[in-house]
């Protein structure tokens, strides 16, 4: 049963434009959403994070939007860069998962030149 | 960098079997989490220390276990490997309950 999911494999986008990742959970107890950042060979790196109390977080290039209601979360990063083509992954922890961080499988981000 | 450091970087050993990863959590953090991740998988998480005690368990063979030491280093024990354990095993650490930082991870060939 996988409470997180990341329905998209891989993305492919233009340098420039803007970059809309996507994450849905199914567990309703989740209450805190994170990104991660992950290139081949090396451990994900933390990218940005938002808590159930607020429905966006930005921070430079990176937003992420929450939408409670709909059990979604996303990812923009805008403008696109080249550096950015990795695999994404969200995560997400609550009360019910002893605030284990619960992950979805990724999403390739390929940004074309 | 992280500040959370693994070794070795690469394992090659066969089926059959037993080794042992090791990873230095960054100063000050006291969470210790494993996690597998096999060929285009997600992360798989296996097990979380917490200050030297198990805190809690994911998806870990009974073939595998961990512990955690004194000067909060941890390590991961793998043992009757099977081709199928082939795979990068990252360690991450936290404060706790806060973002995970994670270790460049050791990739584990079994042939």
């Known amino acids: 049963d996988q409470q997180v999911k990341q329905n998209s494999p891989s993305l492919s986008v233009q340098e420039g434009r803007i970059s809309i990742l996507n994450c849905d959970y199914t567990n309703s107890m989740f209450d805190y959403f994170l990104w991660y950042k992950k290139y081949p060979a090396e451990g994900p790196t933390f990218l940005i994070s938002i808590s159930s109390i607020k429905d966006k977080n930005e921070d430079g290039r990176f937003t992420v939007f929450l939408n409670k209601s709909a059990k979604h979360l996303s990812l923009h990063i805008v403008p696109s860069q080249p550096g950015d083509s990795a695999v994404y992954f969200c995560a997400a922890s609550g009360r019910d998962s002893n605030y284990q961080l619960i992950w979805g499988a990724g999403t390739k981000l390929i940004i074309k030149p | 960098d992280s500040g959370v450091t693994q070794t070795p970087k690469h394992l090659i050993t066969a089926t059959g079997q037993r080794v042992t990863l090791r990873c230095s959590p960054r100063?000050?953090?006291?969470?210790v989490y494993w996690y597998q991740q096999s060929l285009d998988q997600g992360l798989q998480f296996l097990i979380q220390?917490?200050?030297?005690?198990?805190?809690a368990k994911g998806n870990i063979l009974e073939r595998f276990s961990a512990q955690q030491f004194p000067d909060l280093h941890s390590e991961l024990n793998l043992s009757s490997l099977e081709l199928g354990d082939s795979a990068l095993y990252f360690c991450a650490s936290s404060v706790e309950g806060d973002e995970q930082f994670f270790g460049p991870g050791t990739r584990l060939t079994v042939l």
């Open positions: 220390y917490y200050n030297g005690e198990e805190r």
């Open positions: 100063s000050g953090d006291l969470s």
